[in-house]
């Protein structure tokens, strides 16, 4: 199964989505009894290498982020220079 299909959502596969629409547009039961199965397996194929890239991309962001709090928290947890010094 698949999410809605919506072209300016998933802009990498608009040719296999047209191609399932042409499918299940052609005949009211091609859908039922498999004619279009072919095109649906492509378009699961496409969504899948597109979540991947989006899943990918998405965890270099996270990484990123999370070096940046990483560094905010030493800073937190570190006393600064000046109080230092004056401790001793």
Do not use: Y
């Not at 378009?43 to 899943?55: H, N, S, W, Y």
């Amino acid at each position: 199964m698949h999410p809605p299909l919506e072209a300016h959502k998933q802009e990498g596969c608009d040719d296999v989505i047209e191609a399932l629409d042409q499918c299940h547009r052609a005949g009211t039961f091609n859908r039922f009894i498999g004619t279009c199965n072919s095109a649906k397996r492509a378009v699961d194929e496409c969504l899948k290498k597109e979540f991947l890239a989006m899943r990918a991309a998405n965890k270099g962001k996270t990484l990123e982020k999370r070096k940046r709090m990483e560094e905010i928290w030493r800073q937190i947890d570190e006393p600064p220079a000046e109080f230092k010094n004056e401790t001793k």
